[in-house]
């Protein structure tokens, strides 16, 4: 959804001027950004860059940039909007931990950002672009997790690289068995991959549409609205309780595994979002369910513990102020107050909704301020955000843990 003109509205963790406010002051309500670009089309975080979209196909960034996250060529983070030289028409863009990805109205990938782990395929302060797909395939759909890639062509094979220690790429590495039989292989998780290769789905043809990733899991949505989730399952997010064997591979799922549609009540998935451990999805009857993490309230509604450890994960951004037992769903819960909803984003482990009345709703971790509302208490049942500053949202954004909406 594009407007011409708008207030554009800011808040949450502001470490390094994410917030696009000319400071480094996390804010716990809604602020005003002064002189955003016209007609912005898509909002979007990494842990602590900002980027947004122009209907003009523009990219406009803020916040750190020590990696090179924000494409222009320097580490100096930026506190106000700068818009990125040198770029070809955008269509799409979306934001790791520290690293960008986006989609040219022709269809090529371009990243930028840290490539400590592969991720962007390429060594990039400056976008460049990624030339590994086949020839003639376009690129219509990217996700970016903590330290891995993910980008769907226009003939639904889903193509993944970066970290993989976790299974989040999808797919095995054969090596060959080192004192065994000859020529015996033994099948391994990548530990990670510097070029996007194909996610593996056996002999199943499917069409994938939409993919979206977490901090360790990944997600295909297909053209027949079933989903596809691989990766770390620690948290319930893929579906199957986690084990309580404390060995890093025992919640592992390497390969795309189908939550069909009785995982959802019979219903077909419409749209897919992710959080770093916890999923939100709407299905086609307008119901929004999420599962997963839900110890800092981030499924929308407060659930009885039913397993896990506080142990932290040991991953940036996180467990960050995490005071309480674990908590999840492994099973979709409804979350009603957004039946019918016109817009999700999902931050690390807090959520934003638009309601089909324009109301804005966040919920979920709130350290920072993210919910919105004055407080740094975590927020377990979606609560509305006053926009009055800004007018009746008409888009939202998120970052690990910083909020961003446009208003009318």
């Known amino acids: ?8 509205l800011a808040w949450g963790a502001n470490s390094f001027g994410q917030l696009a406010l000319g400071h480094t002051r996390d804010c716990l309500i809604p602020e005003v950004v002064d002189h955003p670009p016209e007609g912005i089309v898509s909002l979007a975080g990494g842990a602590g860059h900002t980027t947004l979209l122009t209907e003009s196909g523009k990219v406009f960034m803020c916040g750190s940039n020590f990696k090179g996250q924000l494409g222009l060529g320097h580490t100096q983070n930026m506190y106000r ?32 950002g840290s490539n400590m782990f592969g991720q962007l395929a390429q060594n990039a302060r400056r976008p460049a672009r990624i030339p590994a797909f086949p020839s003639g395939q376009k690129v219509v759909d990217i996700a970016a997790g903590l330290r891995h890639s993910l980008a769907v062509t226009e003939d639904g094979r889903v193509w993944s690289w970066g970290s993989g220690v ?17 020529g015996a292989e033994l099948r391994v998780v990548p530990e990670k991959s510097d070029q996007p290769q194909p996610v593996d789905f056996g002999e199943e043809t499917v069409k994938i549409v939409q993919a979206a990733a977490g901090a360790n899991h990944s997600v295909g949505l297909s053209d027949e609205g079933v989903v596809y989730v691989w990766g770390e399952n620690k948290r319930g997010q893929l579906g199957e309780e986690p084990s309580s064997d404390s060995v890093a591979k025992a919640d592992i799922i390497p390969l795309p595994k189908a939550l069909d549609r009785e995982f959802f009540g019979g219903r077909s998935v419409l749209r897919i979002h992710s959080g770093w451990t916890h999923m939100v999805a709407m299905l086609d009857d307008k119901t929004v369910v999420a599962w997963g993490r839900n110890d800092y309230g981030q499924l929308g509604c407060p659930t009885e513990p039913e397993g896990g450890d506080a142990e932290a994960e040991g991953e940036p951004g996180e467990d960050n102020g995490e005071q309480s037992p674990s908590k999840y769903s492994c099973t979709p819960i409804e979350v009603p107050t957004l039946q019918g909803c016109s817009q999700i984003a999902c931050g690390a482990e807090h959520n ?20 919105g509302d004055a407080r740094v208490i975590d927020v377990h049942t979606p609560k509305k955000v006053d926009t009055r500053l800004g007018g009746k949202p008409v888009l939202i954004g998120s970052g690990a843990g910083h909020c961003l909406a446009l208003c009318e």
């Not at 990125?84 to 269809?107: E, N, S, Y």
């Open 1 to 8: 959804m594009a407007a011409s003109s708008g207030s554009l």
């Open 81 to 112: 909007l700068v818009e990125v030289p040198d770029l070809p028409r955008i269509v799409k863009v979306t934001c790791g931990w520290d690293h960008t990805l986006a989609i040219t109205d022709k269809g090529h990938l371009f990243s930028w």
């Open 166 to 182: 976790k299974g989040q790429l999808g797919r095995f590495d054969d090596q060959a068995r080192a004192g065994g039989q000859a």
């Open 352 to 371: 934003l909704a638009i309601t089909e009345d324009q109301v804005l709703l966040a919920w979920g971790w709130n350290e920072h301020g993210m919910c």
